[in-house]
């Protein structure tokens, strides 16, 4: 090493050798090296990382440094550089933490503050919608349900929620099969549908019923519409809250069905469930619109298809936009919840982000949940699962979580069954709006608590 | 990681396309960071020559999550917690799904605590093709004796490998936790406004994550965050504080996802750091061990979907484990691939003259539902599986993907030998029933056209009545 080295030189040199690669080692103008405690890893252990490679660059740095006359010795740590020439001898991990530049806890907390912004990018309100109509509207509910209006996602602190969602219990005109469950909830009510309508109101607290016609499927009762029709009359007598009139889901009867139920319960601005794009919807939207009604606009897990729908709604039937809700698909948990969540949640954030085909409340037929297997076996088919408990107690909590999960993904209006998933998912979204008063206990006391 | 354009990326990348990473372009493996399809570490060049030395550190703090990832725990049972970058599933996907970390205590009987860490740790339900598990024990200091949960620490780790939650305000029974488990870096709950000093010592000891607990309190929590950053502690779980009930739990919500939004949408890495959940705290607010296990799941739901990274819990009932894990799973499904499985013929246990082929498609969810209800009960036999699409048996008769020629074509195409079978039985899903008659035409007496069970569940019995075909 003859001749004088500048420090530029050094450094090209150091460059060429990556010495960028050892992270926490700086070179100053004075060549004094640096060992930064604050990147993890570094420190004496550094050497054991970067093994025999950061040792030759360390051995030259030396050189280097020797070379152009700097009290090398006095300013290296001697262990990084001792062990990365050296094997590392066993033990060494200890003995290098031995050796690491002391660890100082600060003398008090720093001073910071928390801030956040609010979502800039939502700029539509959803429409909200009032299902029920009472008699100074021309209806003769005692009570009105408002759905909707919301200016933000779900539970989210950019915007309050107007109105808390609401639950819409399910009455069928015919006794049907169900979980054992939920059957003996309505055992007592099966052959009238309105006692059924008023022990889900008076008795599980639902907000609306729903009365789905389904002993009009050809393949059931095959009910003429006009017979059927006559139960929504029976229901409405029976409660005075709101109620939605479904049909048997035949893509062929149920446009007559719900044109029909619509001309009944005229002027109760009920929610007719549903029109399908694969059905007569033209029908069923102008008999909501005729007869004062909300149309509930069904389409499978595909938001285009819902934007479609909803648009020939508004633009070819002519219903105003206070009158649409819709359902855009519940697929259970376990059983394509994944896709009925983000389709959803992909709706609202469309439609609070300007797209205004998708700005409606939205409902959930969360009934689904039932058809899980998890729901009502009695036991794992396959035997090598971990022990299913007890049915009674999974079935209603399967139910719970499929309906709160979509709240979170923004729906307004749940179609239940169960009267114990029907109070929790009242509960856990009450709560979440901050309507619910209650005594939090301390929330560190779990560590002690003796459960 | 905010880049969104692969270019940015390419710009780090040797560009030689050499194809080492499986990939034929570097700009094809850029867009797989972008997705984070693709690790760093799978460009040989880029790790091994030195030259790219610099592009390589530029590369990896331009791809490093918004949300800080720590490590809890060691060997193949170690967790990921947080690493995450979007508000939302669909912006991508969610990356590591929030570990479950069930307690124990420290005064509890040794019998009782053995079997508890045994059902936890060995828990398991088939979904999907996998078996889904639960993932961490959290030790509870009820006692405040460092002795005793020392020697509860230790019972734990003689029966189990997950990786732990050592849990007290107490430093010197952290330390005693510490020195027993410290090796398998658990992580530490938690260093508190009163014992910060002394637990920032402790997590810079033994070199383990460590939770800082500023209930309620955001300002204080990130002012603990900075100050442990700036000592050189930087793998921090946050806890904003659980309440289970009441306008707290709103609050406790709101606080969730501002940190989320901070963390991702803003960039603020000085808060990024993985939040911790409490659900167990449910069981502060009831006597009754259902309601408590309901809303315990509740909470659990709340928090898993917006932004929760670990959580702590109680129930280990079914009726809470099943429920808890399904969430989890869907919301952390990646929704940008289809869950499919690869159409053909499979076969399960040894299938052989007798065996019946069962038909079904190719939705992820449904072939291994159908293949777990066979092979979990003994049966030998072959699972015809179709291209549907990735549609499930009903939804794809009723749309039309699954048809009596497609199932004939299906088969066909297999080059599946009929006259070598003693038992030439095709079975149909009973959900499509109606497929039956066209079939049997389509086969023409080659295969006898059965009608199994709706659900898959129930061939076993099915079996029992109808197979072999008389
Ligand atoms: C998710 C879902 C969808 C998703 C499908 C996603 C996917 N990858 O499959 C999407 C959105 C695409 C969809 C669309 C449609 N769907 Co859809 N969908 C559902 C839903 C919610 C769940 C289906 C599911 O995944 N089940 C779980 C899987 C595992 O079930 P599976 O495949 O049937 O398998 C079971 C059994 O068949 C049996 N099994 C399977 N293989 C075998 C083999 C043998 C040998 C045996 C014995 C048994 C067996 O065991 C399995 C486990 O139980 C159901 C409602 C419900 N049931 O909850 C409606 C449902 C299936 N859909 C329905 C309809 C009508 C449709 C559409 C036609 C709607 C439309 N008008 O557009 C379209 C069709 C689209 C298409 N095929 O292209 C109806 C079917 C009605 C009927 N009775 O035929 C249902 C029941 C909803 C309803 N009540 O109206 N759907
Ligand atoms: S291995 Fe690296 S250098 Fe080679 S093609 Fe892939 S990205 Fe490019």
Known sequence: MAGKMTLSDLNKTLSEMNVQSLEGVKIEGDIEIELDAGAGGVGPLFAYYFGQEAAKIAMQLINFAKAVGYPVDALMQPVAVAQAVAPAPAGMVAAAAAAEPAFKVAAQLASAKFSVGTDKTWKLPIQEVTVGATKADGGSRGVVRKLGGEKAMAFFPDAPMPNAPKITMDVFDMPIGMAKAVKMHYEDVMGSPAEWAKKAVNKFGADLVTIHLISTDPLLKDTPPQEAVKVVEDVLQAVDVPICIGGSGNPDKDPILLAKAAEAAQGERALIASANLNMDWEMIGKACKDNGHVCLAWTQLEINSQKELNRKLMKVVGLPRESIVMDPTTAALAYGLDFAYTNMERIRLGALKGDDELTFPMSSGTTNAWGVREAWMVRSPNKEDSDWGDRMLRGPIWEIMTGFTLAMAGVDIFMMMHPMAVSYVHEITQSLMGLIEAKTPDTTGWLKMGV | ?470
């Open chain 2, 1 to 470: 990681m905010k880049e969104t354009s692969p270019l940015n990326l390419y710009k780090q990348l040797p560009q030689t396309n050499c194809q080492k990473c499986g990939e034929t372009t570097c700009m094809a493996f850029a867009s797989g960071l972008i997705a984070r399809s693709k690790k760093i570490e799978e460009c040989p060049p880029l790790v091994e020559e030195k030259k790219y030395a610099k592009k390589l550190a530029a590369l990896k703090s331009i791809i490093a999550p918004e949300l800080k990832m720590v490590y809890i725990g060691v060997g193949d049972k170690q967790l990921k917690v947080g690493g995450e970058d979007v508000m939302y599933r669909h912006q991508m996907t969610f990356f590591n799904k929030p570990p479950f970390a069930y307690d124990v205590t420290d005064n509890m009987e040794e019998a009782k605590l053995v079997e508890r860490v045994k059902k936890v740790s060995t828990w398991k339900k088939f979904y999907i093709g996998k078996w889904e598990r639960v993932e961490m024990i959290a030790v509870r200091s009820v006692t405040d004796d460092p002795a005793k949960f020392a020697a509860c620490v230790k019972k734990v780790m003689e029966n189990t490998d997950y990786p732990l939650i050592l849990c007290s305000f107490n430093p010197a029974v952290l330390k005693a936790g510490l020195e027993v488990a410290g090796k398998a870096r658990p992580l530490i709950y938690a260093a508190n406004k009163d014992n910060w000093k002394e637990v920032a010592q402790l997590a810079n000891d033994y070199k383990v994550p460590v939770t800082l607990s500023v209930p309620f309190d955001l300002d204080g929590l990130k002012s603990m965050a900075v100050t442990f950053a700036e000592m050189g502690l930087t793998d921090l779980i946050l806890d904003p504080g659980t309440a289970p009930n009441g306008k707290m739990l709103q609050q406790t919500l709101l606080n969730f996802i501002n940190l989320r939004r901070a963390a991702v949408e803003e960039a603020q890495r000085d808060i990024a750091y993985p939040v911790i959940a409490l659900p167990i705290n449910a069981w502060m607010t009831t006597d009754d061990p259902v309601r408590a296990a309901y809303w315990e799941s509740v909470l659990t739901a709340a928090f898993t979907i917006r932004g929760a990274a670990i959580m702590v819990k109680h129930s280990v009932e079914a009726h809470s484990m099943m429920p808890d894990m399904h969430l989890r799973f869907n919301i952390y499904t990646d929704p940008r691939t289809p869950v499919q499985v690869k159409p053909g013929l499979y076969k399960v246990g040894n299938p052989g003259a007798e065996s019946p082929v069962f038909v079904t498609t190719n939705f992820a969810l449904t072939y291994y539902t159908v293949e777990s209800d066979i092979a979990s009960n003994g049966i030998d036999a072959y699972i015809l599986s179709i291209n549907t699409d990735g549609i499930g048996v009903q939804a794809s008769v009723a749309g039309g993907q699954l048809t009596p020629v497609k199932i004939k074509d299906s088969m066909d195409e297999t080059g599946f030998d009929w006259a070598g079978q003693k038992s030439a039985g095709l079975v149909l899903p009973g959900m499509a029933a109606k497929f039956s008659g066209e079939l049997e035409d389509l086969f023409a007496g080659k295969a006898k056209i059965m009608v199994g069970p709706e659900d898959s569940g129930r061939i076993s019995d099915w079996m029992k009545s109808f197979w072999p075909p008389k």
